[in-house]
């Protein structure tokens, strides 16, 4: 079954960090594009950043990109989330996703659950 696993959300004051993991079970990540993508309650889900695997090429969400960090561990098959001061307003399910490197949700064929981030003012 392939599947991929977000790891490392939970509750944090406003100005805190928080480091999200993504693995893939029964896929091998390093075979894609991932990509990180974000719901707010109420709001339609969006693309946070994207990196491609074979070279490392980044994009985020614009107002997003002096806060959070993508990057990928080749030894451990892992993509990460480094999101520092943080906000009420990241509160959000973050969900990571493999597939095409692209804004669009379309090209990711492989998501995960999801992993709930809480910002607390």
């Known amino acids: 079954q392939v599947q991929l696993v977000e790891s490392g959300g939970g509750l944090v004051q406003a100005g805190g960090s928080l480091r999200l993991s993504c693995t893939g079970s029964?896929?091998?990540?390093?075979?894609?594009?991932v990509a990180w993508f974000r719901q707010a309650p109420g709001k339609e889900r969006e693309l946070v950043a994207m990196?491609?695997?074979?070279?490392?090429?980044?994009y985020y969400q614009d107002s997003l990109k002096d806060r959070f960090t993508i990057s990928r561990d080749g030894t451990k098959s892992t993509v990460y989330l480094q999101m520092n001061s943080l906000k009420p307003e990241d509160t959000a399910v973050y969900y990571c996703a493999a597939g095409a490197f692209s804004i669009r949700q379309e090209a990711y064929d492989y998501w995960g659950q999801g992993t709930q981030v809480t910002v607390s003012s």
């Open positions: 029964g896929l091998t990540l390093s075979r894609h594009d």
């Open positions: 990196i491609a695997w074979s070279h490392g090429t980044t």
